[in-house]
């Protein structure tokens, strides 16, 4: 049912930098609608990592970023730490009848 | 500290039903829209429900609709979601999500419905 596509994975280096796409549509991302970002570690519950395209809540790194345009966002891990090592999802609003809330298909970052 | 606690999950039948309940503490529930979002093992996030913080508006996603109802009770600081008809593929961890301005920034620590024979 995800409507937002992810790449499944993605890897790095500690220290590197690595980006997570998120691509939606004219019902969605491209209606102007905000993306969000989450965290979820292994075997626990997801985090809010960004709001509204590109706001950290309160005690999230800034080594974290997230941006917007058209039809797609995007996540930045900058300094990229072993901790790091989670799935991330993006969610959006959607406007077609068939879902109200949408999320991506997940991305599963690997610290090499 | 703001909390949402789930509760009521277990394993079930097909057809059979089941109750999920949500206590949330630490913030003024009656202001805050609510979700329920699932995730069946090894798969992504889904979004399944969504009422107002008034209770007057309610979505479901298509492949709930008809057969679950979400509720929440202001007295009890209680969200609910009633599952009937519950099949093989609703087996997920089911979370418990506050909405702050379409983003989720408070989920619970989920609880996990088994539906098999």
């Known amino acids: 049912q995800s409507v937002l596509t992810q790449p499944p994975s993605v890897s790095g280096a500690p220290g590197q930098r690595v980006t997570i796409s998120c691509t939606g549509s004219?019902?969605?991302?491209?209606?102007?609608?905000?993306v969000h970002w989450y965290q979820q570690l292994p075997g626990t519950a997801p985090k809010l990592l960004i709001y509204g395209n590109s706001n950290r809540p309160s005690g999230v790194p800034d080594r974290f970023s997230g941006s917007k345009s058209d039809t797609s966002a995007s996540l930045a891990i900058t300094g990229l730490q072993a901790e790091d090592e989670a799935d991330y999802y993006c969610?959006?609003?959607?406007?077609?009848?068939?879902?109200?809330?949408?999320f991506g298909t997940g991305t599963k970052v690997t610290v090499l | 500290e703001v909390q949402l606690v789930e509760s009521g999950g277990g394993l079930v039948q097909p057809g059979g039903s089941l109750r999920l309940s949500c206590a949330a503490s630490g913030f003024t529930f009656s202001s805050y829209e609510m979700n329920w979002v699932r995730q069946a093992p090894g798969k992504g996030l889904e979004w399944v429900s969504y009422i107002s913080s008034s209770g007057s508006t309610i979505y479901y996603a298509d492949s709930v609709k008809g057969r679950f109802t979400i509720s929440r009770d202001y007295a009890k600081n209680s969200l609910y979601l009633q599952m009937n008809s519950l099949r093989v593929e609703d087996t997920a961890v089911y979370y418990c999500?506050?909405?702050?301005?379409?983003?989720?920034?408070?989920w619970g620590q989920g609880t996990m419905v088994t539906v098999s024979s």
């Open positions: 004219s019902s969605n991302i491209g209606a102007g609608y905000d």
């Open positions: 999500v506050r909405d702050l301005g379409n983003a989720f920034d408070i």
């Open positions: 969610q959006s609003y959607d406007t077609s009848l068939s879902a109200f809330y949408v």
